[in-house]
């Protein structure tokens, strides 16, 4: 069924995205779909022809608009094929693109045009348009929007807005006027220039422009696909935000490269639908992805009648012990593939295809860590799923798993072309052809992150087990060192405890002196909703749900679960459930979910210090932000739990999951 | 192996690229600020009961037109008798359509009067609770497909490509009211909040020159009272639809409404702008209750 792996387009020192597409569009015609969009219910599909033309017409139009090469274009909305068009188009004149998170508000959007000096910004719909439009006075140097969604823009009359068709149908008009000025300009490009800018995820402070060139990226496409390879009939769903650089990395560096479909989600409601139709073969997210996944199965397994309930937990115990000997090197038993065969049939196969990953052949997770036991469980159903690590620096990708070499706990060996070093502090040092151009007009960073013989500085500790995989400990400021001198990751008791499906966030606290560990705990409204539910337990509100008794017993029990696999050193001993849950509008984690460690420590320093110094309760003032940029304020009381003789009810209070 | 299956367009460049909406969900053709919908003398009895008297007010196209009113004022026997369910004794309601041509409803049958473009939603919900969101709201196409028995029964041909013309406009609906999630769902799994907003999709369908809406926000949450203004409001000025609304919820009358009729005890006490109405002294005494002098 699977197309043999057809030629790949040979890529050299002068090789960029638009010369790839007009490559591409000349073997492909409209022989092949380039782009699908689920859009009215049909996926809507664009050929490579049709592509190619949009994009030369949008490079016109772009070029009749005063773009010139070295600007940077931004592009501010949800996955569409009119972004990567965007992309191209602003490529072939020498331009970059940088992408704006599409719920990026306010001070955010400011900050990456103001940086970025951008003038002009292409935006998907009414939603987005109004976010400029608000912040216009603070946006001198914005001259032109254009949108490509047109509902309810109608009655818009600013001078400097235009529709997105209507700039590729003056485009087409000034092509024609200048004939062979675009492939001139293409011509012009080479491999060095600046593709596009990512924004870092910024757990550490301001988001800063990261310059990519057309070879970092294309380089690190190579490299990825000579290890994993992506052929052109393989079926891929772009959803993630495309101003991140795990979705870049992915959608332009290597299904572009390869010449294969790239499907468009069509709502972000609809995504796990369109995930599930689609079926694709290769899939990367981060680990809240992966970790909601679990979280869904579990519920839907504990909600499941007895019948499917035991034969999940059969069918599982079967895949886990199958999946064990495999990643162990170990060929299984006759018996045990046997058995595998059927709990494949009875039980995997069916849960593999309720979350859309029947096809699957490799799939990734990077940009945080995540934990070891979810990634077991993915392993266990059947589900090929490996670790990435890298920064957006590094285009991504640097370090990863092969097929036959996994290890849960580490993200695997350097990809070819990678050097890795570990400094003698303790950080992890990275150089290939894919490291970044510098930051965007800031000379300073950038020297502090990339030293003179190219290495680049990650700021991660971590160092190279037996094996020669790397093992990422945890950003290096934050490793801690117990009383007894065990060095320590937050990140790995986090993770630990965000094993629950109760747990969607979880934060830890250690300082200097104190010998106790302790935790800030985000529950998962959907699980514990449905949990209280069966428990026949009212509540209206998060805040209401979070501060019922009932499931701070709950949450209790499952840090009691944690504490189990942990040291004794280590060990959480007490903890607060948090009144709301961490919200990147808030600026406490950032738009890719990471936790913003600052701004934690000093939003809730109240929480902090009555967590460590022992208190039962602390009254916190809650400030809500609106999307409107509205506030309010208000003082909730927290309980303390302390783990100190705890003891779990017999069973269990949660729901009978099975998969433990 | 899925390309086979996705219909290959013409490769083509041009306007049909752009993402505006291809259907136009207003059924009239008049300018906005026109007359729409004439209501002249409306006497409704029940017996001795008089459930309207005397009731006139007109309805301008492209307006939000607010009925409010204490519980038995008469405000869904007023719709009941523009939609054709009831039969005024006295009255007239008359239908405006481009150039000139109007058209009684009294003396029109229910299914005629939809045909003639007057959509509405239920205060409880009407839906076919065992056919999906799509079913439900193709049915709102229903009175436009014309094929009969037989071609419908062969299905391949024209029946098709009618099916296949109607969903086209559906699956704007759908986009519009943001319910592509829940698109292949039976009604009757659906939160409440959703299958009122599936109604107001159906009563959409049917690309209505006059949309009614009965209490479309009662039992709600702020929330979902939110949103659901928010698609009355995207209906209305995204699509242009007149649209005349049931509520009690002063609030967003207040906030989403172009006039305000008010009706107590069965006759029409006040019509006007919003702040007007909200101003008289009459409509404080019979509706807001006394303590709104404080």
């Known amino acids: 069924m699977r197309k043999a792996a057809a030629e790949l387009i040979p890529v050299d020192e002068d090789t960029t995205f638009p010369k790839l597409l007009t490559e591409l569009a000349r073997r492909y015609g409209d022989s092949r779909i ?11 599909p664009l050929t490579w022809n049709q592509v190619h033309a949009r994009a030369r017409d949008f490079a016109h139009g772009l070029a009749s608009l005063g773009v010139q090469a070295g600007e940077v274009v931004a592009v501010l909305g949800d996955n569409r094929p009119e972004w990567l068009i965007t992309e191209v188009a602003a490529q072939s004149l020498g331009a970059a693109t940088v992408g704006i998170y599409p719920t990026s508000v306010g001070e955010e959007v400011v900050h990456v045009l103001t940086d970025g000096k951008v003038r002009l910004v292409v935006c998907e719909d009414q939603e987005q348009v109004d976010k400029i439009v608000d912040l216009k006075a603070q946006l001198p140097a914005v001259e032109t929007v254009i949108y490509y969604d047109p509902r309810g823009l109608e009655s818009y009359d600013l001078p400097y807005l235009s529709e997105f068709t209507a700039v590729e149908a003056k485009g087409r008009e000034w092509g024609e006027q200048h004939p062979d000025w675009l492939d001139e300009q293409i011509g012009r490009g080479r491999g060095s220039d600046i593709a596009c800018i990512c924004t870092t995820s910024g757990t550490t402070g301001r988001p800063k422009l990261a310059m990519l060139s057309h070879k970092n990226l294309l380089d690190m496409g190579q490299s990825f696909m000579s290890v994993d390879p992506i052929r052109p009939g393989d079926r891929y769903l772009s959803f993630l935000p495309l101003a991140w650089i795990g979705e870049q990395m992915l959608t332009m560096a290597c299904c572009l490269q390869a010449g294969l479909t790239i499907s468009f989600a069509e709502e972000a409601i609809t995504q796990r639908s369109d995930l599930r139709e689609l079926g694709p073969h290769v899939m990367f997210s981060p680990p809240r992805i992966w970790e909601d996944m679990l979280s869904a199965v579990m519920v839907r397994v504990g909600e499941a009648g007895w019948l499917k309930r035991r034969a999940f937990a059969w069918g599982h115990g079967v895949g886990d012990r199958y999946a064990e000997a495999k990643l162990k090197g170990k060929k ?207 509540y209206t509100t998060y805040t209401d749900l979070a501060g019922k008794e009932e499931v701070r017993e709950l949450i209790a029990e499952e840090v009691a679960r944690a504490n189990e696999d942990l040291p004794e050193s280590v060990r959480v001993r007490r903890f607060v459930l948090l009144h709301k849950q961490l919200d990147p509008d808030d600026d406490e984690i950032t738009r890719t979910r990471k936790v913003r460690r600052r701004v934690i420590n000093e939003r809730y320093a109240a929480i902090i210090d009555a967590l460590v110094s022992g208190g039962d309760s602390v009254t916190v003032k809650s400030t809500v932000t609106y999307q409107d940029g509205s506030k309010v304020t208000r003082e909730v009381p927290l309980r303390i739990v302390s783990m100190e003789g705890f003891v779990p009810k017999e069973g269990g209070r949660g729901l009978a999951f099975g998969v433990r | 192996m899925f390309s086979n299956l996705i219909r290959r367009s013409k490769p083509t460049v041009g306007e049909d690229v752009s993402r505006a909406y291809r259907h136009n969900l207003n059924g009239s053709r008049l300018q906005p600020g026109d007359l729409q919908l004439e209501i002249a003398g409306v006497i409704l009895r029940f017996g001795g009961v008089r459930a309207l008297d005397d009731v006139s007010f007109n309805v301008c196209q492209g307006d939000i037109h607010a009925i409010i009113g204490p519980n038995g004022a008469g405000k869904t026997s007023l719709l009941n008798c523009v939609s054709g369910l009831y039969r005024p004794q006295q009255g007239r309601i008359t239908l405006h359509h481009d150039g000139g041509k109007t058209r009684e409803l009294t003396r029109t049958a229910p299914s005629r009067i939809a045909r003639l473009g007057v959509g509405r939603t239920f205060q409880n919900i009407e839906l076919f609770r065992n056919m999906t969101v799509l079913e439900n709201l193709m049915l709102g196409r229903h009175v436009h497909m014309n094929h009969g028995l037989f071609r419908s029964f062969l299905w391949f041909g024209p029946a098709q490509r009618q099916e296949i013309r109607e969903r086209e406009l559906v699956e704007e609906v759908i986009d519009l009211l943001e319910i592509q999630a829940v698109r292949t769902k039976t009604v009757g799994s659906l939160a409440y909040g959703f299958q009122k907003r599936v109604e107001l999709g159906r009563a959409l369908s049917l690309q209505p020159a006059v949309l009614l809406l009965d209490e479309p926000m009662a039992g709600m949450n702020a929330e979902e009272k939110e949103d659901m203004a928010r698609f009355i409001l995207d209906v209305n000025e995204l699509a242009g639809v007149t649209t005349v609304l049931i509520e009690h919820d002063m609030g967003v009358i207040m906030d989403i409404s172009d006039r305000v009729s008010v009706l107590d005890f069965g006759r029409c006490i006040a019509d006007g702008a919003p702040d007007e109405v909200g101003s008289d002294q009459t409509v404080r005494d019979a509706y807001l209750g006394q303590e709104a002098h404080a």
């Open chain 1, 34 to 44: 380039a782009t699908q969009e689920k859009r009215f219910g049909i996926w809507q």
């Open chain 1, 332 to 538: 299984p038993g006759l018996g045990l593939r046997a058995k595998h065969w059927v709990a494949d049939w009875v039980a995997l196969r069916p849960v593999r295809d309720q979350l859309g990953l029947t096809r699957i052949q490799r799939c990734y997770t990077g940009g945080a860590p995540l934990g070891p036991d979810v990634f077991r469980f993915f392993h266990s159903i059947g589900v090929n799923l490996k670790q990435i690590y890298g920064q957006t620096e590094i285009c991504g990708i640097a370090v990863m798993h092969t097929d036959d070499d996994i290890k849960f706990a580490t993200v695997g060996k350097p990809c070819p072309g990678t050097e890795l070093k570990i400094a003698d502090n303790g950080e992890i040092l990275l150089r290939s052809s894919s490291v970044f151009q510098g930051y965007y007009a800031n000379e300073g960073a950038t020297a502090e992150t990339v030293d003179a013989e190219g290495w680049l500085h990650t700021g991660d500790a971590g160092y190279l087990d037996d094996d020669g995989h790397l093992v990422v400990i945890d950003r290096a400021k934050d490793v801690m060192s117990t009383p007894d001198g065990t060095r320590f990751s937050p990140a790995f008791i986090e993770n630990k405890l965000k094993f629950s499906p109760y747990v969607e966030e979880a934060v830890v606290f250690w300082q200097e002196g104190a010998p106790e560990i302790t935790a800030m705990i985000i529950m998962e409204p959907s699980t514990t909703g449905a949990w209280a539910e069966h428990q026949r337990l009212n």
